[in-house]
C-alpha cells in the first residue's frame, strides 16, 4: 500500500497518488469461488508486507487446501507443506534461514484438524513463525465437509443434518488454546465481516508480523472468513452470517499480546541456571 501526503507547496486539487496495489500482490484473475474471504486477507498481507520491506525476506509455507493458492497472488518465495504440516515444515525453514521472515497461511481443516499436533508443537517451542489461520468453519476444497470451528447446528456434507453436540462435539476455539501456552507471544483474532473490521485485522496481522521481526515467539492471527458455496449462501448472506452466529461462537480482539520476546526470556532463565 501507498499512501503519500500532499508534496510541499502542492496546490488545491492537485493529483496525488493515494493508494495503490503492492508490488508483492500477483497482477493475475482470482479463482476463488464468488464472494470468498481469502482475496481479501492475501490483500492484506501483502499491504503489511510491503509496509514492513518483507517480501525479500519471506520465507511462506502453505498447505492442501483453499489456503495452498496463496503462491498463485503473493510473490514471496513459498514451500508448499502436506496436509497440516505446514507449521513443521515452517520449523526446519527457521532451523536452517534465521534470518528470515517465516509465514504459515492455513484454513481451519488444516490448522485445527489435520495438523493440530504441528502448530501446538510449534505454539509450544515458541517458534519465530507467524501463522496466519483463515477459518471460515469448513472444509471448503475437499468438498464441504464439517471442521472443527462448524458451529453448532451448521450443514456440511459430512454433518447433512447439522453438527450435533452430543454425537459431534462442539467447535473448537483452537486459537485461545494456543495462546495458553508460555511460548506464544501474540495471538488474535479478526474478521472480514465488514470494512472497519478489514481495518482492525490488518493492524492484528502487522503486530503478528512484528513479533517475528523484533525476536518474538510464536504469533496467530486467526481471519474469521466466509465460505459461501460451501455455507449454501450467497456472499452477502454469509457475510451477515459472518457478523452474526460465527462471531458469536469466536469472539474478535487480541487473546494475547506478551509483549517481551519469548526467546530473551529463555536466553535469559538459561543463563541463570
Known amino acids: 500500500m501507498k499512501l503519500h501526503s500532499p508534496a510541499a507547496g502542492a496546490t488545491a486539487g492537485e493529483p496525488r497518488l493515494v493508494y495503490a496495489k503492492p508490488d508483492v500482490l500477483a497482477d493475475r484473475s482470482t479463482h476463488y469461488c464468488p ?3 481469502h482475496g481479501i486477507i492475501h490483500r492484506l498481507l501483502a499491504e503489511v508486507m510491503t509496509e514492513l520491506d518483507l517480501p525479500a525476506h519471506t520465507i511462506a509455507v502453505a498447505p492442501v487446501g483453499c489456503s495452498v493458492f496463496a ?11 502436506p496436509h497440516g504440516r505446514a507449521p513443521a515444515v515452517a520449523t526446519g525453514i527457521r532451523r536452517v534461514r534465521p534470518e528470515a521472515f517465516v509465514l504459515t497461511y492455513q484454513g481451519d481443516g488444516d490448522l485445527a484438524a489435520i495438523g493440530t499436533a504441528e502448530i501446538v508443537g510449534a505454539a509450544a517451542r515458541g517458534e519465530r ?5 483463515v477459518n471460515n468453519g469448513i472444509y471448503g476444497m475437499t468438498g464441504g465437509q464439517m471442521a472443527p470451528t462448524t458451529l453448532i447446528g451448521q450443514r456440511t456434507t459430512s454433518s447433512p443434518t447439522g453438527r450435533d453436540a452430543l454425537t459431534m462435539g462442539f467447535p473448537i476455539r483452537i486459537t485461545e488454546m494456543l495462546a495458553q501456552l508460555p511460548g506464544v507471544t501474540y495471538a488474535a483474532r479478526g474478521t472480514i465481516a465488514d470494512a472497519s473490521q478489514i481495518g482492525k485485522l490488518k493492524s ?11 525476536g518474538g515467539g510464536f504469533a496467530i492471527v486467526e481471519a474469521l472468513s466466509n465460505c459461501p458455496v460451501g455455507w449454501g449462501m450467497t ?9 452474526g452466529p460465527v462471531v458469536k461462537e469466536y469472539p474478535l480482539g487480541v487473546i494475547v499480546d506478551r509483549g517481551t520476546p519469548v526467546q530473551s526470556t529463555v536466553d535469559a532463565a538459561r543463563s541463570e541456571a
Not at 503462491?71 to 507443506?81: F, G, I, P, S, T
Not at 456472499?235 to 457478523?243: D, G, I, R, T, V
Request: net charge negative; hydrophobic share 45%.
Open 35 to 37: 464472494g470468498c474471504g
Open 71 to 81: 503462491y498463485d497472488y503473493l510473490m514471496v518465495d513459498w514451500v508448499e507443506a
Open 129 to 133: 513463525i507467524t501463522a496466519i489461520f
Open 204 to 214: 492484528m496481522i502487522r503486530r503478528a508480523c512484528q513479533v517475528q521481526i523484533e
Open 235 to 243: 456472499p452477502q448472506q454469509s457475510l451477515e452470517h459472518l457478523k
